[in-house]
């Protein structure tokens, strides 16, 4: 389970908007995640003076906090934030969404990028709205435990 668990995590990552990304001790942040399961990354833009950019250019310890029923992903990711300077990844990742942080767009001097380099993953891959409440609904008739999905722990 836990190697398709965590390909269904690369997978759900994906279709994932925010999630909570703290650093080295820092208040978690809301940032937007790009997964790359090539890569075995998750990537973030950020601001030159946010905390996730000073923890990155240090190569500090991070989590990332998943919790979106849209992509029916919750999932606590454990690793280390490090700088990148990869202006063709920056190129990929750059979207409408990441323009609206900076005046001079991808160019702007104050753009970092940060790879998470992920260890280990708690993840719970839910099954879908529709999934759910099937589930819900068997499990009042039957007076079983729904089956939510599958839950475990993941190493990269």
Do not use: C
């Not at 240090?58 to 990869?86: C, F, I, S």
Request: proline share 4%; aromatic share 8%; no cysteine.
């Amino acid at each position: 389970m836990t190697n398709s668990l965590k390909a269904e995590f690369w997978n759900r990552i994906g279709h994932v908007q925010a999630g909570m990304l703290e650093t080295a001790g820092n208040t978690p942040v809301p940032m937007a995640p790009y997964g790359d399961a090539e890569a075995n990354a998750i990537w973030f833009i950020t601001a030159r003076d946010t905390s996730v950019a000073r923890a990155a250019a240090t190569g500090a310890e991070a989590r990332l906090q998943v919790a979106d029923p849209k992509a029916n992903l919750y999932a606590t990711v454990e690793g280390r934030v490090m700088e990148v300077n990869d202006t063709e990844k920056l190129e990929e990742l750059w979207s409408v969404v990441a323009s609206a942080w900076f005046e001079d767009g991808r160019r702007d001097d104050d753009v970092r990028l940060v790879r998470l380099q992920p260890a280990s993953a708690e993840v719970w891959a839910t099954a879908s709205g529709a999934g759910f409440l099937y589930e819900i609904a068997k499990a009042r008739l039957t007076g079983d435990t729904p089956d939510a999905g599958d839950h475990g722990v993941v190493t990269f």
